[in-house]
């Protein structure tokens, strides 16, 4: 079955830098869509970054310019480099994959049907 598995959170100051990590199995990586969302504390899930199996890459407002999606399918990876981090970041960060790969949706949580448990992002001023 679909597997995902996210790693690389933790807690970091503003300004500061982190690189999670999403490696999946179970499923042929290298056709599938891939995409970053998060948590923040009371809040809904909102999307943050993704990437096609063509390598076009997608970005919520609050994060562009500072937050690079990428995927290494030769190690079934996909991972966010975090750059500039603010306090408003703090989330829990889930990677994830629509049902069969691909999705019209691929910037709203209702295209993907796979999900992480999520790695938590800390950011203190």
């Known amino acids: 079955q679909v597997q995902l598995v996210e790693s690389g959170g933790g807690m970091v100051q503003a300004g500061e830098s982190l690189r999670l990590s999403c490696e999946g199995s179970g499923f042929p990586f290298s056709n599938y869509r891939m995409g970053w969302f998060r948590r923040p504390p009371g809040k809904d899930r909102e999307f943050v970054a993704t990437i096609s199996t063509d390598n076009d890459v997608y970005y919520a407002d609050s994060v562009k310019g500072r937050f690079t999606i990428s995927r290494d399918n030769s190690q079934n990876t996909v991972y966010l480099q975090m750059n500039s981090l603010k306090p408003e970041d703090t989330a829990v960060y889930y990677c994830?994959?629509?049902?069969?790969?691909?999705?019209?949706?691929?910037?709203?949580?209702?295209?993907?049907?796979?999900w992480g448990q999520g790695t938590q992002v800390t950011v203190s001023s």
């Open positions: 994830a994959t629509p049902r069969y790969g691909y999705t019209h949706t691929y910037l709203q949580t209702n295209g993907y049907a796979h």
